[in-house]
């Protein structure tokens, strides 16, 4: 435990804490040491204590969402650093990037690591988010119902005429169960 705490008023118990950041758990924790004062010439004793903040290492966090059209990523980021750039001085930071699949190849790692030039240290994290695709074969198409999108799936999959006459009836008999439930009576 490196954060600063205050365990117990009477009597006194603090704990400063490190009064340098670890890590970025730390990256909004207030860094410093108590002086405290202990008064033996009363009875009883008191104590006082007062918290003195230090010029600690700065942790900081970017964080950019990039999307599937973005012309120029690194720009954008490049753009978000110079935003940033006295709140990068010195600090050790993280960047942290949620890309397309098809765009971590169009982000220069090499021109952003430059452009902290100012930073004490820096660590990108990218996440890569993976678009899923439904694959339909041109049978799920806007407007049909659920029965004629089953209807034309079951031809694109070459089922004969009498299974597909099996699985849409059983397949009506299903809507119209779900549909006398939502309505609160019993179909089946």
């Not at 758990?25 to 204590?49: C, L, M």
């Not at 021109?111 to 339909?136: C, Q």
């Not at 799920?140 to 031809?155: R, T």
């Amino acid at each position: 435990m490196h954060r600063r705490q205050v365990l117990c008023e009477i009597p006194p118990v603090v704990y400063a804490g490190s009064i340098e950041r670890l890590d970025f758990s730390d990256e909004n924790e207030e860094k410093g040491f108590y002086v405290a004062e202990i008064k033996t010439d009363t009875v009883p004793r008191t104590v006082s204590y007062n918290f003195c903040p230090v010029e600690a290492r700065r942790f900081l966090t970017l964080q950019m969402e990039i999307e599937n059209d973005d012309p120029d990523p690194t720009g954008r980021v490049l753009a978000m650093i110079a935003k940033n750039g006295d709140a990068v001085r010195d600090a050790v930071v993280k960047l942290k990037l949620t890309l397309p699949a098809h765009m971590p190849g169009l982000v220069r790692d090499n021109e952003i690591l430059k452009a902290f030039k100012e930073a004490y240290n820096v660590g990108i994290a990218k996440t890569i988010r993976r678009e899923e695709k439904i694959r339909t074969s041109g049978w799920l198409k806007e407007g049909l119902s659920p029965m004629e999108a089953l209807q034309n799936y079951l031809g694109d999959k070459k089922i004969s005429p009498e299974r597909q006459k099996i699985l849409l009836e059983y397949a009506e008999r299903l809507v119209e169960a779900r549909l006398s439930a939502d309505r609160g009576t019993n179909a089946i």
